[in-house]
């Protein structure tokens, strides 16, 4: 079970991610133009790969070992559609055409992160994509968008925050500074 609130005083509410650089985090940013409902803050815009929950802030350096095993290929992320989810009202883009070592990165996460004990939450099928904004009140405009081309090489594991900020998490546990993670 993936708890997504505190479950004792020493839990770090943790998932991987694709990490968008400068550059891709801007472009991602203009994709929300145009779509109604709380925007995702641009420094907030990623792609999760593997959701984790509140876990044992003892668990952090396994949880690297596991990221800093996974072989990141080269991939160019073309986000190139819109797409809402129901449910959670949420606006997202995402790939017409998902490149299949996308998917194969995330099955090999899911199965490092359960070899280790640690469980994933999944929702059906991978559906990988950036969201936009939450609280939608309709899906995002069916017009066609500029596609955006997201050169990724490799995933990190982000702490989610009480004060609601995504941060990056270095081998000693501590958060990254976007300038320390651009590098």
Sequence with gaps: MIANQPTGPATRKLFYALWPDAAAREA??????????RL???AKLHLTLAFL???PADAVPALLDIRDALVVPPLALVVD?????TRPRIAWAGMSDVPPALVALHEDLVRRVAAAGFSAATHDAFRPHVTLAREAREAPSAAPL????????????VES???GRYVPV??????????????
């Design 28 to 37: 991602l940013a203009s994709l929300q133009d145009g779509v109604a409902g």
């Design 40 to 42: 995702t803050p641009s």
């Design 53 to 55: 929950g509140q876990v």
């Design 81 to 85: 559609c819109y797409g809402y989810f």
């Design 146 to 157: 500029v596609p955006v081309t997201w050169h990724v090489d490799r995933a990190v594991l």
């Design 161 to 163: 925050l009480p004060d």
């Design 170 to 183: 270095d081998r000693h546990g501590d958060h990254l500074s976007r300038e320390e993670f651009a590098g």
